[in-house]
Antibody, heavy 122, light 107 residues
Framework: QVQLQQWGAGLLRPSETLSLTCAVY????????WSWIRQPPGKGLEWIGE???????NYNPSLKSRLTLSVDTSKSQFSLKLSSVTATDTAVYYC????????????????WGRGTLVTVSS | DIQLTQSPSFLSASVGDRVTITCRAS??????LGWYQQKPGMAPQLLIY???TLQSGVPSRFSGSGSGTEFTLTISSLQPEDFATYYC?????????FGGGTKVEIK
């Protein structure tokens, strides 16, 4: 059974860089978009961005200037770095797989990690 | 960016009730819409994709419909395990956006 396991620092000070990694276990790394989504406490979901297994990226314009996504195909891992964090970046960060589901040619978030709470506080 | 507006943002219902949640897009998104269910403390899970196709393992009491700019998620007979927050998401262009969510609580 395919699983996503994510990790990273949970407490940051303002201006530091948020860094999270997500590993794919039990399944293929190729042929998928590997995504990040965040959810501030008590609020809704925000799509952060995604990276294809080949390394091509799509970023949310609202975060693009601070965001870097990368992949390490040899380890079946992908990572997120968000620089210059502030309290507004406090959220649960989820990694997820976006793949073709069923008989469609559309790509949906069909597998999610458990989430990592990242708190930004001085 | 194309915005998704869900309504209601909160609803209180009883076991056995029929529940309908609406998701409206600010522009035509054709059929590029999915629904996710999120239970407290857990990651969202894909419920429905391509507007109306149930993800594997999802009970048939869930259904989706719509096209263009207006979409609905219906639960025909609400069960205790259905109390959760539901999000729509569009996938027709970047950035991919979610609706604000609809929290379904027990009356």
């Amino acid at each position: 059974q395919v699983q996503l396991q994510q990790w990273g620092a949970g407490l940051l000070r303002p201006s530091e860089t948020l860094s999270l990694t997500c590993a794919v276990y039990g399944g293929s790394f190729s042929g998928y978009y590997w995504s990040w989504i965040r959810q501030p406490p008590g609020k809704g979901l925000e799509w952060i961005g995604e990276i294809y297994h080949s390394g091509s990226t799509n970023y949310n314009p609202s975060l693009k200037s601070r965001l870097t996504l990368s992949v390490d195909t040899s380890k079946s891992q992908f990572s997120l770095k968000l620089s210059s964090v502030t309290a507004t970046d406090t959220a649960v960060y989820y990694c997820a797989r976006r793949g073709i589901v069923g008989a469609t040619t559309d790509w949906y978030l069909d597998l999610w990690g458990r989430g990592t709470l990242v708190t930004v506080s001085s | 960016d194309i915005q998704l507006t869900q309504s209601p943002s909160f609803l209180s219902a009883s076991v056995g009730d029929r529940v309908t949640i609406t998701c409206r897009a600010s522009q035509d998104i054709r059929s590029y819409l999915g629904w996710y269910q999120q239970k407290p403390g857990m990651a969202p899970q894909l419920l429905i994709y391509a507007v109306s196709t149930l993800q594997s393992g999802v009970p048939s009491r869930f259904s989706g419909s719509g096209s263009g700019t207006e979409f609905t998620l219906t639960i025909s007979s609400l069960q205790p395990e259905d109390f959760a927050t539901y999000y729509c998401q569009r996938l027709n262009s970047y950035p991919l956006t979610f609706g604000g969510g609809t929290k379904v609580e027990i009356k």
